[in-house]
């Protein structure tokens, strides 16, 4: 099974704040999966996501 980072988890990796990653997930540049009442992101999204690059 993949990893899944919280929202809180991928903030602290790419040193960015929370509101940064909410925006990118509503923005649909970063892909998040909502289980319950949290948002969880896959390895593979993060990664895509950064390999990509960030601005």
């Not at 899944?4 to 790419?14: G, S």
Request: charged share 35%; proline share 2%; hydrophobic share 40%.
């Amino acid at each position: 099974m993949e990893k899944r980072y919280l929202v809180e988890e991928v903030a602290m990796e790419t040193r960015r704040p929370v509101s940064t990653i909410w925006r990118w997930i509503r923005e649909g540049k970063l892909e998040a999966v909502r289980t319950g009442k949290r948002y969880l992101i896959a390895e593979s999204a993060l990664n895509d996501f950064l390999n990509n690059g960030t601005k």
